[in-house]
C-alpha cells in the first residue's frame, strides 16, 4: 500500500511540474499582437504609404489624363501634356493641378495596401499549390504564376474601393465653370446614390476588371521577374551583397508599368466613359460647353467601345496614353520601391518562399 501510494504521490507531482511547464511555456508564447496580425498591419501600411507617395506625386498628370479620356470631341480643350497642363494652371492655378487627389488618395492607399497584401498572399497560396501538384518542394513561382498572383489582387483591391474610384473620376473632371459641384468625397457618394442610384457607384466595374487583369497582373510580373533576372544573372555589375539599388529597382517598376498600363489603356479609357454616363449637371468637359446637351450615352461596355471607336475613331481608346505613360512609368516604379523600403524600416520579410 504505502508503495503504492508513493507512486501516486510521484504521478501527481509529475502532473503539477507537467502543467507548471505548460503553463510557462503558453505565458512565454502569449505576444500582443501576435506576429501574424502584426505582420500584416505592417504590410497594409506599407502598402497603404506606397501608393498615397506615389500617386500625389504624379497628381497633376492623372487630372490631365482623365479630362483627356472624357473631353467632349466637338469641344477639344486639352491637345496634349503640356498644353493641358498649362490650361489647367493658367484657368485653375495650382489647386487645379491636384483637383481631386485627396479622393484619390482616399480611394489608392486602401487600394495599394490591399494590392500589395493581397499580392502576397496569393502568391504564397499559388506557391504552396504549385509545389504540392509537381512534388517539388524547391519550385518558385514563374512569371505567368506570378502574373495570375497579380490579377487577384488587382480584381480584390478594384473591387474593394471602386465606388472611391468613381466619384474621384467625377471630381476629378468637373471645374469652376461645371453647372453643378461635388463639394467633396461624402457630398459625391451621397448625390450619386440619392440621384442615380446605388449601381451607379459600380459603373465601370466590368471594363475595369477585364483591365485590372492584365495592368497589375504583368505590373507584378514584370517587376519580381525582372529582379529575379538580374539577381541571378547580375548582366551589368548591379548587384551589391545579393540586393538591388534603389535606382536598378527603379527601372525594373518603369519597365512593369510600361508593359501592364499599354496593353490595358483601352480599357481604362471605356471605363471613366461609362463613369460619366447618368451624371446630372455633368462637367462641361464632358457636355462641350453647351454644344452638346449631354455626353453620349453608353448602355453597357461594349456599346460604349463601339460608339467610341465610330464616331472619334481608334485613336480615340488612347486618348490621354502620353500624360498616362509619363505618369505610369515613375508612380509604378515609386510605388514598388517605397512599399519595399517601408517593409524594410518596419522589418517586414520580403520574399515569398515558403
Same mark, same amino acid.
Given at each position: 500500500m504505502a508503495?503504492?501510494?508513493v507512486k501516486t504521490s510521484e504521478s501527481a507531482v509529475s502532473t503539477i511540474v507537467n502543467l507548471a511547464e505548460e503553463a510557462k511555456l503558453a505565458r512565454e508564447g502569449v505576444k500582443a499582437p501576435g506576429p501574424a496580425l502584426l505582420s500584416i498591419c505592417k504590410s497594409l501600411v506599407a502598402g497603404g504609404v506606397a501608393g498615397g507617395v506615389s500617386r500625389t506625386a504624379v497628381a497633376p498628370l492623372?487630372?490631365?489624363? /482623365?479630362?483627356?479620356?472624357?473631353?467632349?470631341?466637338?469641344?477639344? &480643350?486639352? !491637345? +496634349? =501634356?503640356?498644353?493641358?497642363?498649362?490650361? /489647367?494652371?493658367?484657368?485653375?492655378?495650382?489647386?487645379?493641378?491636384? &483637383?481631386? !487627389? +485627396? =479622393?484619390?488618395?482616399?480611394?489608392?492607399?486602401?487600394n495599394s495596401a490591399v494590392k500589395f497584401f493581397s499580392y502576397e498572399e496569393a502568391s504564397k497560396g499559388i506557391l504552396w499549390f504549385y509545389?504540392?501538384?509537381t512534388g517539388n518542394d524547391d519550385a518558385q513561382l514563374t512569371p505567368l504564376l506570378r502574373l495570375g498572383a497579380g490579377a487577384c489582387a488587382g480584381i480584390?483591391?478594384?473591387?474593394?474601393?471602386?465606388?472611391?474610384?468613381m466619384v474621384r473620376g467625377r471630381l476629378t473632371v468637373q471645374t469652376d465653370k461645371s453647372p453643378c459641384h461635388y463639394r467633396g468625397i461624402t457630398h459625391a457618394l451621397s448625390t450619386v446614390l440619392k440621384e442615380e442610384g446605388p449601381r451607379a457607384l459600380y459603373k465601370g466595374w466590368l471594363p475595369s476588371v477585364i483591365g485590372v487583369i492584365p495592368?497589375?497582373?504583368?505590373?507584378f510580373s514584370v517587376y519580381e521577374s525582372l529582379k529575379d533576372w538580374l539577381l541571378k544573372t547580375n548582366p551589368f555589375g548591379l548587384v551589391e551583397d545579393n540586393e538591388l539599388g534603389v535606382t536598378t529597382r527603379l527601372a525594373c517598376g518603369a519597365a512593369a508599368g510600361t508593359v501592364g498600363q499599354t496593353i490595358a489603356y483601352p480599357l481604362d479609357v471605356i471605363r471613366r466613359r461609362m463613369q460619366m454616363v447618368g451624371w446630372k449637371d455633368a462637367a462641361s468637359v464632358v457636355t462641350g460647353d453647351g454644344r452638346s446637351k449631354a455626353p453620349l450615352e453608353y448602355s453597357g461596355m461594349v456599346d460604349t467601345f463601339r460608339k467610341t471607336v465610330r464616331h472619334e475613331g481608334?485613336?480615340?481608346?488612347?486618348?490621354?496614353l502620353v500624360p498616362n505613360s509619363v505618369k505610369v512609368v515613375p508612380s509604378i516604379a515609386i510605388a514598388f520601391v517605397t512599399y519595399e523600403m517601408v517593409k524594410d524600416v518596419?522589418?517586414?520579410?520580403?520574399?515569398i518562399s515558403d
Open positions: 508503495s503504492e501510494d492623372e487630372r490631365l489624363k /482623365i479630362l483627356l479620356q472624357v473631353q467632349n470631341p466637338h469641344s477639344i &480643350k486639352y !491637345n +496634349g =501634356t503640356i498644353q493641358g497642363l498649362k490650361y /489647367i494652371w493658367r484657368t485653375e492655378g495650382l489647386r487645379g493641378m491636384f &483637383k481631386g !487627389n +485627396g =479622393t484619390n488618395c482616399a480611394r489608392i492607399v486602401p509545389r504540392k501538384q480584390i483591391a478594384m473591387s474593394a474601393t471602386y465606388p472611391m474610384d495592368y497589375v497582373g504583368l505590373n481608334f485613336g480615340a481608346l488612347y486618348k490621354g518596419l522589418g517586414v520579410e520580403m520574399r
